[in-house]
């Protein structure tokens, strides 16, 4: 009997997958609860295997928590957690998308270490991104173009025939020309455009100035 094999992913195909994969409850990841529990993230994901809290694996392997289960938990644990304070509902999901191992660690470290309140999702390829996007429904997409596979130009090709994602800031990052990626298909007309190396200081007004204007 002959052995079958899997068809490669296309990108369109992946973000079909991703759109079933859509769940009503608000989830965040495992960084932002940790915020939110005033915990460790290692902590944390001990809570999750213990089931003290309810939490799922996106089909690329991104764990998300229940905000409902976090507040049952501190309702339980820790009463004196739930001071008033802005929603977590309200936060700012952004995602990354970066194939840089040493970029992706910059991201990380100045978006999770900000006062901001942002449920950050980092991954190192468009085709990753493409599959659990519906469920992680971002508010802002931070990319590159230049990556392995599927680029961040077909991404984004992809991601704006999606009615799910109408509204979502797209902020392209690459050391690409204006040129060549006019070459190569151009961005949507939405999406702004920053040369390499991003500067973190702006990086932190601009999306200060989303989460105030996405509570307002």
Same mark, same amino acid.
């Given at each position: ?31 932002? +609860?940790?915020?939110?529990? /005033? ?29 409902? $289960? ?7 644990? $820790? ?46 390829? &468009?085709?990753? &991104? ?5 469920? !992680? ?14 680029? /961040? ?20 990052? $690459? ?18 455009? !920053? ?13 200060? +100035? ?7």
């Amino acid at each position: 009997m002959p052995v079958q094999t899997a068809e490669p992913v296309t990108p369109e195909g992946a973000l079909a997958i991703a759109e079933l994969q859509g769940v009503g409850e608000d989830y965040c990841g495992t960084t932002f +609860a940790a915020k939110l529990m /005033g915990l460790s993230v290692a902590t944390v994901q001990a809570l999750v295997e213990k089931g003290e809290v309810e939490a799922w694996k996106t089909r690329g392997g991104h764990r998300r928590i229940s905000l409902a $289960s976090i507040n049952r938990y501190l309702q339980r644990y $820790s009463p004196q957690a739930m001071a008033p304070g802005p929603d977590p509902r309200d936060r700012l999901r952004v995602l990354v998308v970066e194939d840089d191992p040493v970029t992706r660690e910059l991201y990380r470290n100045f978006l999770e270490g900000w006062s901001v309140s942002m449920d950050c999702s980092i991954m190192q390829s &468009a085709l990753e &991104a493409l599959v659990d996007i519906a469920s !992680l429904r971002p508010d802002v997409l931070i990319t590159d173009l230049s990556m392995p596979g599927v680029d /961040g130009i077909e991404m984004l090709k992809v991601l704006v025939r999606n009615e799910q994602l109408v509204g979502m800031q797209v902020l392209v990052v $690459s050391g690409l020309a204006k040129k060549e990626i006019d070459a190569r298909g151009g961005l949507p007309t939405d999406a702004l455009f !920053l040369p390499k190396p991003i500067n973190f200081d702006w990086l932190h007004g601009y999306l200060s +100035a989303l989460l105030a204007a996405k509570r307002a």
